[in-house]
């Protein structure tokens, strides 16, 4: 039996909505032939929301059935949607994994094996320079997020808008092997600091508070995270300092 469903979206010449190509896309991938009703104007959008009662669009029905917008429809095939202050380790594993591969990459292409002790130590600082640059994407915001848990920053408030160019220059620096009458201190420094902010606002305090570490808008909880940055920051200027 042909499953159908009746889709409503914007579809303007100035915009197209993509919860209603999402929509679309979900639809079919669950094998629903989909009668798709595209809102060409704005007067027609106001229209349809007022004649169903609704406030936004897409809006799916299944027979009788009004089901929603995109994230109802995700809903109603079983998905995931996740609310507004859920927490998440999916930024930190994307930036890991990336630098990981990338640490490894290179690693095959200036030592012929991608599995070296170099390798390793690019991991780190490549790590540092992305989380760096998620920092400085918006350092306001960065900051604000920040001082919630820094120690440093606390004190003195212009630290917490210093971090994310002091990571950035270690990260970098130590991905050249240079400098390291520089990057050294600044790493060690900065990440002993942040090693016992977390560890005092975690596992001392017991607060729960969302990490800075991949910018002013994560949703990763503050916690071991947050603690295994600094502690690499900590250990890779360690490494360097006895190599």
């Not at 010449?13 to 896309?25: A, D, E, N, T």
């Not at 994994?97 to 094996?113: E, Q, R, V, W």
């Not at 991991?123 to 604000?144: G, H, N």
């Not at 994560?218 to 920051?233: A, C, I, K, Y």
Request: glycine letters at 8%; hydrophobic letters at 50%.
């Amino acid at each position: 039996m042909t499953k159908t469903a009746t889709l409503y979206r914007m579809v303007m010449p100035s915009h197209v909505c993509p919860f209603g190509l999402k929509s679309k896309w979900q639809l079919e991938r669950h094998g629903y032939t989909v009668d798709d009703h595209w809102l060409r104007t704005r007067e027609e959008t106001d229209a349809f929301m007022a004649r169903h009662g609704v406030k936004t669009t897409p809006q799916t029905f299944i027979g009788s059935e009004r089901i929603g917008g995109n994230d109802d429809l995700t809903r109603f095939f079983g998905g995931h949607v996740p609310a507004k202050d859920e927490t998440s380790y999916r930024p930190v594993v994307a930036v890991f994994a990336m630098t990981a591969l990338m640490a490894l990459a290179a690693s095959a292409a200036a030592l012929g094996t991608p599995f070296t002790t170099q390798a390793v130590m690019w991991f780190v600082s490549l790590s540092m320079c992305v989380l760096a640059i998620l920092k400085l994407q918006d350092v306001e915001r960065f900051s604000t997020m920040f001082l919630n848990y820094d120690l440093l920053g606390r004190r003195w408030v212009p630290y917490a808008y210093l971090y994310p160019f002091g990571e950035a220059l270690a990260g970098v620096l130590m991905t050249a092997d240079a400098l390291r009458w520089v990057s050294v201190p600044v790493a060690l420094f900065i990440g002993g600091v942040g090693a016992v902010s977390v560890v005092k606002a975690v596992y001392v305090d017991k607060r729960e508070l969302k990490c800075a570490c991949v910018g002013g808008a994560t949703t990763v909880p503050l916690g071991f995270v947050s603690l295994t940055e600094n502690l690499f920051m900590v250990g890779m200027a360690l490494w360097m300092l006895v190599r």
